[in-house]
């Protein structure tokens, strides 16, 4: 082989091999020489040299790019190691086996016999990469799926407590699903995070090594890199996986607000009396039944006035809230608007809180039974009557008052009345 020719192909940083169509190495590159255990020798069968290549495939392999004239390429994924060849680490110095892409390419026919050249490009980094990328990936899906379920348990749980008319129930139901999906959904978030930072870092590197590829002046190489690349759809993949990521932390984001709301609305830190804030009490109780309102609620007007804190207990009133917006949105077919207004007018010892519909109603003729123990008008299975019973019970045990107003077909309003500072505050509402 010329001498220059020779020069050229020992400076490349790819492994260069010519054998002949016997699979007689011919010639070995520094690449090779300098990257394998012993110094290959020329003039004896390939596979004396480097046993490790599997001799019948191979000479197939070969076969094929004599007849052919065409080039055959196998990728680090089916045969990692072809030759083995040592990778040094940069940083640390450590050996580690080369991940390969290898070539075949027919080189024409001289001295009467065909030759052939091996062309072994280095892809250990780029393997690296995407192993981890893959690996990040997998255990992603694996977060997303558990956070599925977790979310699908907390929309199981949340319609649960939106038909418990039981506050004992509703609030042991709250402060358990609280409790038992923030702990692992705080785990979750935290290992997101981290893969969020692992996969920039990973895709930096992925997208290094393009830019290294694109110096490179064997098109041949380019060529195979770009067929690679677009065979494993990298740039989807480095386009795709921020997103996913993005998407499901702000889903665990979401749970977590759902979460703070339930534990907002048991408040089962406290049974005695306190005092609440009654907008967040509102707010947190408007998420309980979110659920439930979506299907028939298109609007839901908020006309807050400026309100003091109020001496009460306030798991016991988000369950009144609870079981005046369920009725709301169970006499509403569809279209509906909710109004909730607060008002506190100055100098004045209570607030209001009003709670209006555009349902279909009630009729006069019933509506001074409406807070009747067991009266409904529900269809059996939807209601057992205690709702409106058991929200006027904690209202007179607050020493306020629940008044209704209604006419069928223009929709339904409550009206709350409650002392700022309750009188007598020892006794607790039982439900």
């Known amino acids: 082989m010329n001498t220059v020719y020779k020069q050229i192909l020992n400076q490349l940083n790819v492994g260069i091999l010519v054998l002949d169509e016997q699979c007689t190495l011919l010639y070995a590159n520094n690449f090779i020489r300098d990257n394998h255990k012993h110094e290959p020798r020329t003039g004896v069968s390939l596979f004396s040299q480097f046993p490790e290549i599997p001799e019948d495939w191979f000479r197939k392999r070969v076969e094929s790019v004599v007849m052919f004239h065409n080039t055959s390429f196998t990728s680090w994924q089916y045969r990692p190691h072809l030759l083995n060849l040592m990778e040094t680490r940069p940083i640390t110095g450590t050996h580690e086996l080369m991940y390969q892409s290898c070539s075949l390419a027919y080189l024409g026919h001289f001295d009467q016999r065909h030759l052939i050249g091996l062309i072994v490009q280095d892809t250990t980094q780029t393997a690296l990469s995407q192993m981890k990328l893959a690996s990040t990936l997998k255990k992603l899906n694996a977060e997303h799926r558990q956070l599925q379920k977790l979310n699908q348990q907390l929309e199981e749980a949340q319609s649960q407590l939106v038909q418990s008319e039981k506050m004992a129930a509703v609030?042991?139901?709250?402060?358990?699903?609280?409790?038992?999906?923030?702990?692992?959904?705080?785990?979750?978030?935290?290992?997101?995070?981290?893969?969020?930072?692992?996969?920039?870092?990973?895709?930096?590197?992925?997208?290094?090594?393009?830019?290294?590829?694109?110096?490179?002046?064997?098109?041949?190489?380019?060529?195979?890199?770009?067929?690679?690349?677009?065979?494993?759809?990298?740039?989807?993949?480095?386009?795709?996986?921020?997103?996913?990521?993005?998407?499901?932390?702000?889903?665990?984001?979401?749970?977590?607000?759902?979460?703070?709301?339930?534990?907002?609305?048991?408040?089962?830190?406290?049974?005695?009396?306190?005092?609440?804030?009654?907008?967040?009490?509102?707010?947190?109780?408007?998420?309980?039944?979110?659920?439930?309102?979506?299907?028939?609620?298109?609007?839901?007007?908020?006309?807050?006035g400026e309100l003091p804190s109020v001496l009460c207990l306030p798991a016991q009133l988000n369950q009144v809230f609870l079981n005046l917006l369920v009725n709301a949105s169970q006499a509403i077919d569809k279209h509906g608007r909710i109004v909730i207004q607060t008002r506190h007018e100055t100098g004045s010892e209570s607030i209001t809180i009003r709670i209006t519909d555009n349902g279909k109603g009630i009729p006069a003729e019933i509506q001074a039974k409406i807070f009747d123990p067991f009266f409904t008008t529900k269809d059996v299975g939807q209601g057992t009557g205690l709702g409106l019973s058991i929200s006027y019970g904690i209202i007179q045990a607050h020493q306020g008052n629940i008044q209704v107003t209604s006419a069928p077909g223009e929709g339904t309003s409550f009206l709350i009345k409650l002392p700022v500072t309750p009188k007598r505050t020892e006794h607790t509402v039982c439900v």
């Open 171 to 304: 609030g042991q139901l709250a402060a358990g699903v609280a409790h038992e999906i923030n702990n692992p959904v705080c785990f979750i978030k935290s290992n997101l995070e981290c893969l969020q930072d692992y996969t920039r870092k990973l895709i930096e590197l992925s997208q290094s090594v393009e830019g290294l590829i694109k110096h490179i002046d064997d098109e041949a190489l380019k060529t195979q890199f770009n067929q690679y690349k677009a065979s494993l759809d990298i740039g989807y993949i480095q386009d795709e996986l921020p997103e996913i990521l993005a998407e499901t932390l702000d889903g665990t984001q979401r749970i977590q607000d759902i979460t703070t709301s339930l534990r907002d609305f048991s408040r089962l830190d406290s049974a005695e009396w306190q005092q609440a804030d009654i907008h967040q009490g509102l707010e947190s109780t408007l998420k309980i039944v979110n659920h439930e309102l979506k299907y028939s609620v298109d609007e839901i007007v908020r006309d807050y």
